[in-house]
């Protein structure tokens, strides 16, 4: 059952056209917590063999960590390979990283045909491992990963085939068949469901954020998308005391009882053809929302070329911005003032929803109400600052 942190503020439900998705159960106010998810299976996003000037993150809640702090812990069997916070190695051990997983890990460092490949492929031999584990150590949530909606195409056969047979010969599970059919639809899950983890909004270099980790999240999995959402997700992975890893779904405005509640799967800063061109490459579909359907005509439905800043490589969950993107942002605000309000209805949403932060891209949602009322303090899902409605 989909429940938030504490009445049932959500239903899923059959939308044709659409699929599943998430509705409102009741009405619901700005800055409201809809959902919490924890994940099911959280992997690394870095290569297998980690650049030594990338930063240092706990390889089972993917917290930032300080080499030089006595509360870093490295696994007894690899060493200096994956470290840990001290609080986190005795669980990782007995769930995350297993013994077959630490040596699984090893097998495909130590393998040049991998380690040779795009980072993509080999950050999804590490989300194979970490599936296959999870078939293991947790049989039901490896089912609910199953039950998970999938996105392949022909173009990632030739994937399938490399990592199902490297896997199934030098580092297969025990106690567990796997075949190159499971590969193939643990590989579409991941594609279609995974959200990126991002590093500290410090860390980010000519305004790009790079990924730390990908998790999956089976409640969120079932939002649908819309280029104007009216929810957005934060996650608090450096400050959370507990449960750092989990996703906080928050409303950014009121919305009635009935409404579908979205997200956006990506910056909403971007144009109407880098969405489109997002949308049909990762996702498999053309958006016709409100926003998509004002901005299709504009230019005589052309957009300008994405350029090489602009067609930024992101998984899905990422939430990073760069010049590039900002200056198609600008350019469409422009069209989209020759025509008046009548032409461009959302830009309102820019104005207050929008983090004002140079390179952040992020969304603004106010902080839960406080008793009911609501708080007039809103807070960028990207890189945290606060922004008071007082001071517009």
Request: negative net charge; hydrophobic residues 35%.
């Amino acid at each position: 059952m989909l429940t938030a942190d504490s009445d049932s503020a959500l239903r899923l439900v059959e939308i044709e056209g659409r699929g599943r998705a998430l509705v409102a159960s009741q009405p619901l106010k700005a800055g409201q917590i809809v959902l919490r998810d924890s994940p099911i299976v959280v992997y690394s996003a870095f290569p297998l063999v980690k650049p030594q000037s990338s930063a240092s993150y706990c390889d089972n809640c993917f917290r930032t960590l300080s080499l030089s702090s006595s509360n870093v812990m490295p696994c007894p069997s690899c060493s200096h390979h994956h470290l840990f916070c001290s609080n986190c190695l005795t669980a990782a051990t007995a769930s995350s990283h297993t013994p077959w997983v630490c040596q699984a890990l090893g097998r495909l460092r130590d393998c040049s045909s991998l380690v040779s490949q795009p980072l993509e492929r080999q950050v999804q031999a590490r989300f194979l491992i970490a599936a296959y584990n999870l078939a293991i150590v947790s049989p039901s949530d490896f089912q609910v990963l199953l039950s998970l909606q999938g996105q392949d195409s022909p173009s990632d056969a030739s994937a399938v085939q490399f990592l199902h047979s490297l896997i199934s010969s030098i580092c297969p599970p025990p106690s567990l068949s796997i075949t190159i059919e499971l590969t193939a639809a643990l590989l579409a899950k991941d594609k279609l469901n995974a959200f990126g983890l991002m590093e500290p909004i410090s860390l980010q270099q000519d305004g790009l954020r790079s990924v730390r980790a990908y998790g999956i999240y089976p409640k969120a999995s079932f939002f649908n998308h819309d280029c104007l959402p009216n929810a957005c997700r934060f996650d608090y992975l450096d400050s959370a005391p507990e449960r750092n890893t989990d996703f906080i779904v928050r409303m950014i405005h009121d919305v009635p009882q009935g409404r579908e509640i979205c997200l956006s799967y990506f910056p909403v800063n971007l144009n109407y053809s880098a969405r489109q061109k997002r949308l049909a490459e990762d996702y498999g579909f053309i958006c016709d929302c409100d926003r998509c359907k004002v901005e299709a005509n504009w230019s005589d439905n052309e957009a300008e070329d994405i350029s090489d800043n602009g067609n930024v490589e992101e998984e899905e969950g990422e939430e990073i911005m760069d010049e590039g993107n900002e200056e198609m942002m600008s350019s469409d605000l422009e069209q989209g003032a020759e025509g008046g309000e009548a032409d461009f209805p959302h830009a309102y949403f820019f104005v207050r929803y929008m983090c004002n932060r140079e390179n952040c891209g992020g969304t603004l949602a106010p902080l839960p109400p406080s008793d009911d009322i609501p708080s007039k303090v809103l807070e960028c899902n990207v890189c945290g600052n606060l922004k008071n409605e007082d001071d517009e």
